[in-house]
């Protein structure tokens, strides 16, 4: 055996010539009862004779057969396990001598563990005012804002405008809505419709130009000058519901406006210490990443790159855009997502020997909960989901899911967490970066 470099290794096989022989005659033997020869029953041409004239068939089916059993046998008395395809080569095979070939295979790698108890970490524990809650609260009353009409009036600064919008040119795909609510001179409406709407009274139409941003989220606009026609049929006023019990009760299942602050309080608590430990969590990744040093199989990265860039091409595919009108470099494009993807599989297999170390697993509940929740999401009969999750095997991929937050859990439960630094020390502290920087070029 030899180690070439990283995780790949090398193996040169001999296999005996008494092996090769009963093989060889155990492959020709196949292919004689199969065989049908000038002169001869079928079955029944000389075994010299099928050898002679089968070479190539023979030689193929005795590698097949010999090949993966004595690699194999190698591989596990040197305890070694193959993560990518054995690379064959150097194959020596001729009659009454042994078999020699040459296998090149990556193996997945073995490292110690450095201390991953006790990491320092930067976490604040979330704090939530009165303020935040009113806030919050103040966006459940605008979702239940009704829109009252005025009286006939011309639209100013402040007014709700109902229109009706078509489009005339600009644009290859029509642009029509009978019934489009804007606030005019609101910072969410673009400037050219509050612009040439202001003024105009109920019953009035208008034509006017919009310029789309490249960054538009409707990309058939994006980056487009279209001319509409609009035309104004309403003038509304935004109601919003009174601030008391009644509200409350509205939303849900509180008897009290304050029953109500109290739940969206620990809501608002909920999704920021989740953010914190979120980010606390990907401290401790980034520490652990840093803390080991072992070579990765380059199939391992290989396959994380692939992943990442399926999952870029869904998010693609999902906003309307054709991956393939992008024209990238995709060599590029692989080359510049390697060393993320390193730092991924690293973390993921420092993570997974943790796990082994402390004995986490997900529990059947943790695993029966997820699929309760696809279950719901595609509103699908839990056994149903179950059975096509178990066949594609999306359920080992949720079990590892679990696990892996369950370390990381793990992880952050036994950090030494600081307070993060104040702004005003940071900038300090990049000051003196910047200028011991400077002192140390000119020397």
């Known amino acids: 055996m030899a180690l070439i470099e990283g995780c790949k290794h090398s193996l040169e096989i001999t296999v005996p010539a008494a092996e090769v022989e009963k093989e060889t005659e155990r492959a020709a033997a196949a292919i004689q009862v199969k065989v049908r020869l000038p ?3 079928p079955g029944k ?19 097949e057969k010999l090949v993966p059993r004595f690699l194999n046998a190698a591989m596990e008395q040197d305890r070694l396990q193959a993560v990518s395809q054995p690379d064959i080569s150097d194959v020596h095979l001729h009659a009454g001598e042994p078999l020699r070939f040459k296998a090149e295979f990556e193996v997945a790698p073995t490292f110690e563990l450095a201390e991953y108890q006790g990491l320092t970490v930067t976490y604040a524990e979330p704090e939530v005012t009165d303020a935040d809650v009113m806030a919050r609260i103040e966006q459940m009353r605008e979702r239940k804002a009704e829109y009252v009409n005025e009286d006939p009036r011309p639209l100013a600064d402040g007014d709700f405008a109902v229109i009706s919008l078509e489009s005339i040119s600009g644009t290859e795909e029509k642009v029509q809505q009978d019934e489009l609510i804007l606030k005019i001179g609101d910072e969410a409406t673009m400037k050219e419709f509050s612009e040439n709407l202001r003024g105009a009274a109920p019953g009035e139409s208008r034509e006017f130009e919009v310029t789309y941003p490249e ?48 739940a969206v309080r620990k ?7 989740h953010a ?29 790159i692939e992943t990442t860039l399926n999952t870029q091409l869904q998010q693609l595919a999902a906003q309307g855009i054709d991956p393939r009108s992008l024209k990238l470099d995709w060599a590029k494009v692989r080359e510049s ?8 599989v690293r973390a993921s ?3 997974d020997k943790i796990a082994d170390r402390e004995a986490i697993t997900p529990t059947q509940e943790e695993v029966d909960r997820e699929v309760q929740r696809f279950a719901r999401q595609q509103r699908e009969a839990v056994a149903v989901v179950r059975a096509q999750l178990q066949k594609d095997g999306t359920l080992n991929r949720i079990a590892g899911q679990i696990r892996t937050e369950k370390t990381l859990s793990f992880l952050f439960d036994k950090a030494r967490k600081e307070a993060p630094k ?21 020397q």
């Open 349 to 351: 297999l420092i993570l």
């Open 45 to 63: 041409a000389p075994l010299a004779m099928v050898k002679t004239r089968f070479a190539q068939d023979v030689r193929q089916e005795v590698l």
């Open 337 to 344: 997502q390697k060393g993320r993807a390193d730092r991924d």
């Open 422 to 442: 104040p702004q005003e020390e940071i900038a300090e502290d990049k000051k003196a970066e910047a200028a011991a920087s400077e002192s140390g070029a000119d």
């Open 267 to 273: 809501g608002i608590l909920h999704e920021r210490e």
């Open 276 to 304: 914190a430990q979120d980010d606390t969590k990907h401290q401790l990744i980034e520490k652990l990443v840093d803390a080991h040093a072992f070579p990765i199989p380059e199939v391992f990265i290989d396959r994380q």
């Open 215 to 262: 960054d538009y989220d409707r990309k058939t606009l994006a980056g487009k000058t279209v001319r509409f026609n609009a035309t104004v049929k309403a003038v509304r006023r935004k109601e919003l519901p009174e601030l008391n019990d009644d509200f409350a009760k509205d939303l849900g299942d509180y008897q009290t406006l304050d029953e109500l602050k109290d």
């Open 39 to 41: 002169g001869f029953r």
